[in-house]
């Protein structure tokens, strides 16, 4: 945001050398600077500029430091408000008194009186204190930090319109009135502000909780899966996880002997992907918290969460980027005949350790005293959901997992083939293997989301990454133009040749439902399709939700923009309390538009990471047959009468996506359980190195599509 800053400024300083050039030859531009419209658009011009440079969000702040300020309560808040009011208070006044706005001339000549008694530009004082209040009340460390910025270009347009306006109308009277009374008032005033800011960023701390507040956060989320969550009784029956409820005390006790915010986070965390292990889960990232934040102060959204008070919800995922659960050695370390032993040579500063090397004690612990170390003493006993999987990785590799805060590495005494003994300090990799290679995937990955290749004469191909085309793609669907631009130029030139067109959601995370209709599935179409599904959600949960709040939610899942033409309540189907539980068959009927120059067959291709609102495309592409799809089942997500709300915990505020709402497959499975099935599966393969025609024309599933079907 800070190149959007930059921007602001030079149109800033770009307005204030206009200013300054009509002011110099006032004669010449009399009639200008006397029009009352064009000085009410320059002062909403100008003002509206110098406000948006604070309350542009922050997404980490250049000065680290500053970032906790973001994490800050009550206390910013009021000192802000006042700040504004202060701000606004002198604006007002100061139209009032000079019965004129902008550069129009005052028929007194030179106002001494009033506010001007102290200062000789109160207006723009007013626009600098509520500027600074603005970024106080927001808690924005870049706003904070433009403040010098703004206050620098007002006293330069200051300086501009007493040297080139009034010092030359009015030498003998103003000249005195200058030296007499400051620019923006006495210099005490500045000092007490100063000071307020510098006290207020000098106390400014991370969140501190109490036992009791760690506690209520975990009893929030237990009573929250108890009455809202569709999920954790089908979870616990169909894969195997361990009661939420039975696990409440020892969750409560581990929450009250957390000693630090990121063993607590840990925690909460543990318990959280315990009870929302399926369907949309995860902390809300700072940079999703900004956009929602301003979305909710105009008006555009409603999830009944203050966005006033929730400056410490920011903290947690700033905490959990900095967090990593891995740590993995500088060699390879294989299981053979229950003995640990290096997969190759490992050389340090002093000494080399040989290929088949046994690793003989970890820290001093043997390899057996070790992995229980890791399992009852880390991070780890806090994971249920995972722990089978994580403990299976460190019985096959040993040296897998982080032991916590501060750690570095190990202290290893390996025994060498030859039969001696060797110790050494082992220190982890900075970055894990397996991040290193997703890293290593995205750089060799085209930076497009949509990627349109011939494979073959009669064969095309179209990669989308995401259905989500950054922030604002949420709100403004016009972004989306620009991959179906690019899908129907691609098909233009091919001139109607394809025989088949595959479209490639591997591991797409999903986005926004409409990417899928508008640009994958109406332009394919010859006629209109309808097809119906049947979504549900506890009844004390859409009880509890207030109007608003479930319009919001419905936006992107079941209104006229996603094609929904009916929505009526019907009975539970067999095996769901219609007490507990409310559902619903919503109505699609899809009509083509706009249809792209193919009419060859279309083949989906889906795996377990194809989620959200993929998996609603692939829903879709299984419910029409338009397409077919090919692979393995989809992650799930599909969301078909509202989209996954947040949730803050009371006392944390970290606020969390959780699913609220389940849909039913054709066959009657739960779509968050088992996902979307495709028509013709296939065995698991190994994806493409790169999204080029070589490495795809080697991809298993492409070959199948290619010659087999």
Partial sequence: MWAARFIIIAALGATVLV??????????????????????????????????????????????????????????????????????????????????????DVKDGVITSGLYRYLRHPAYTGIVLTCLGLAILLRNPDGLLTIPLIFMIYSIQAVSEERNDMLRRFPRKYQPYKQSVGTFGPMWLWVVVLVTVLVLVGCA?????????????????????????????????????????????????????????????????????????????????????????MAIMVGIIDIDINPWTSGEALYWPRLSDTLSRCGHPPFGVVLKDAQYLLEGDWQSDEITIPQGSQIAKVNGMDCSSYQEFLKEKTYLRYDVVSRDWIHKLIEERLLTYSEGPGFEGWQIDFLL?????????????????????????????????CTCIELMEDVGYIKIKCFKLGQLSSVFHGIFKRDRRKIRTFLEQSTGKYKKLIIDIRSNPGGVPKYGYDNLMIPFLDEPVTYSEIAGIRRKYRDSLKKSVLKTLRTLC?????????????????????????????????????????SGDVYVLTNGGTFSAADDFANAVKRTGFAKLVGQNTGGGHAAYIGPPAIKLPASEM????????????????????????????????????ITKEELLKDEWIQYIINEL
């Fill in 19 to 104: 200013g300054r050039s009509l002011l110099r030859d006032r004669a010449r531009y009399q009639k200008l600077l006397e029009n009352k419209v064009f000085n009410i658009l320059l002062v909403i011009c100008f003002q509206f500029l110098s406000y948006l440079l604070v309350i542009l969000p922050t997404f980490g702040c250049p000065i680290r430091a500053l970032n906790k300020l973001e994490y800050q309560g009550t206390v910013w808040i009021i000192v802000g408000g006042l700040f504004i009011c202060a701000g606004l208070v002198m604006q007002i006044v100061t139209v009032l008194q000079r019965r004129v706005i902008g550069a129009q």
């Fill in 205 to 293: 701390t991370t969140p501190k909780l109490t036992a009791d507040e760690r506690k209520e956060d975990i009893r929030f989320l237990a009573r929250w899966a108890r009455d809202y969550s569709p999920l954790v009784e089908l979870t616990e029956k169909h894969k195997g996880n361990p009661s939420y409820e039975a696990l409440l005390p020892q969750y409560l006790e581990y929450a009250e002997q957390a000693e630090s915010n990121e063993e607590f986070y840990r925690v909460v965390r543990g318990y959280y992907d315990l009870i929302c292990s399926a369907g949309h889960r995860y902390l809300v990232g700072a940079s999703e918290l900004k956009w929602a934040s």
């Fill in 417 to 449: 083939p030859d039969g001696s003994a060797r110790s050494a300090y082992v220190p982890k990799l900075k970055e894990c293997p397996y991040q290193k290679k997703a890293r290593e995937e995205r750089t060799i990955e085209p930076k497009a989301n």
């Fill in 558 to 598: 079941s209104t006229k923009k996603e094609h929904v033409v009916n929505v009526e309540e019907i009975d539970a189907p067999e095996g769901f309390d219609p007490n507990d539980w409310v559902f619903y068959e919503l109505t699609r009927r899809i009509e083509p538009r706009h249809r792209y120059n193919f």
């Fill in 655 to 690: 606020i969390f996506r959780v699913e609220t709402e389940i849909t039913i497959n054709p066959d009657g499975s739960v779509n968050e359980i088992v996902g979307t099935s495709p028509d013709l599966e296939l065995p698991t393969a190994d994806r493409p190195k790169s």
